[in-house]
């Protein structure tokens, strides 16, 4: 085209018009990527945090969030602080919404914060039976991980394990899996995380000690064994649950009593629930007048 036959008034406009739609694009752009940098320098910590608990990559954790919530920007995620696009289930017994997906008018989890939503994703994860296959990989396989919960069904697009890869690559998020992630001995895979009376624990393997799990989990020894009410000369035997979180001062409605077994003590018994010896033995008048004998029905909550 020949500027030089255009009426300059034409041309003008011409110009004003293409210079308007370049400055659109790019503001569009920008508010985009500004959105998902604000979310990823927002929610960082607590996906590396959780990688540290549960040794879920927290570039997945990261990507997820990014890519279910719409950077924080979703429906479900402003009204029900739902980052991950989790779905009620029949053990949802919390707050819901009930918003189109896959179809009309699906149930949806709704959340107090983001933290709980956070937790709750991991645990989706790790009690998940389809998603066990994913934690004998590297913290640092990202690719693996995006590709096993596409094929695990986590969500039904074909495209969900790319634009996973393509978010992590894009923003570098795989710079978050080095940071505090669970620390294993070669060839040795992670704990699986257990709920007790609503804290986490894990149960110790044969041949491992309090330093093991401490090691694994990024945490000081001191407060582990705090934690499980233990001193440094005792030796937690195999197949104990060890709590990552303090135990409680009363066990949960399903367990209100308990019928005492030859060989338990208030300690053994104070793990197999999740609930605090002193909770235990001043609930039920335990004393030298009083001892714990086999046969004794134990008052938990």
């Given at each position: ?73 979703s ?18 017994t ?85 940071k ?44 582990l ?6 001193n ?18 009363r ?47 134990l008052i938990?909550?």
């Amino acid at each position: 085209m020949n500027m030089k036959n255009i009426p300059v008034a034409i041309l003008s406009l011409f110009l004003l018009t293409v210079t308007s739609c370049s400055v659109y694009n790019t503001s569009v752009s920008s508010k985009t990527n500004d959105a998902y940098a604000e979310y990823i320098a927002k929610y960082s910590d607590l996906a590396v945090e959780q990688m540290r608990k549960y040794g879920i990559p927290a570039s997945i954790t990261l990507a997820q969030g990014l890519l279910e919530s719409d950077a924080g920007r979703s429906v479900l995620t402003t009204k029900c602080n739902n980052h991950f696009g989790i779905k009620c289930h029949s053990d949802w017994t919390g707050r819901r919404m009930y918003h189109d997906d896959d179809e009309k008018g699906e149930c949806f989890r709704c959340y107090r914060n983001a933290e709980q939503s956070f937790r709750d994703h991991s645990l989706f994860l790790v009690n998940g039976a389809r998603y066990q296959s994913l934690f004998k990989l590297g913290n640092t396989d990202y690719k693996g991980w995006a590709k096993g919960l596409k094929a695990a069904g986590y969500a039904t697009s074909p495209t969900y394990a790319t634009k996973l890869i393509e978010l992590i690559e894009r923003y570098g998020l795989e710079r978050y899996d080095r940071k505090k992630g669970v620390r294993l001995k070669p060839g040795q895979l992670p704990h699986q995380p257990l709920i007790v009376n609503g804290q986490r624990c894990v149960k110790l393997r044969e041949g491992e000690t309090l330093k093991d799990v401490a090691r694994e989990y990024g945490m000081q020894l001191s407060l582990l064994r705090r934690f499980n009410e233990v001193n440094r000369k005792f030796d937690v035997p195999a197949g104990t649950l060890v709590f990552l979180e303090r135990k409680r001062n009363r066990s949960d409605k399903e367990h209100r009593t308990y019928v005492v077994k030859r060989g338990d003590s208030m300690w053994s018994i104070s793990q197999q629930f999740g609930v605090k010896v002193s909770s235990l033995t001043k609930r039920n008048k335990i004393s030298d007048n009083n001892p714990l004998v086999a046969g004794m029905t134990l008052i938990l909550r």
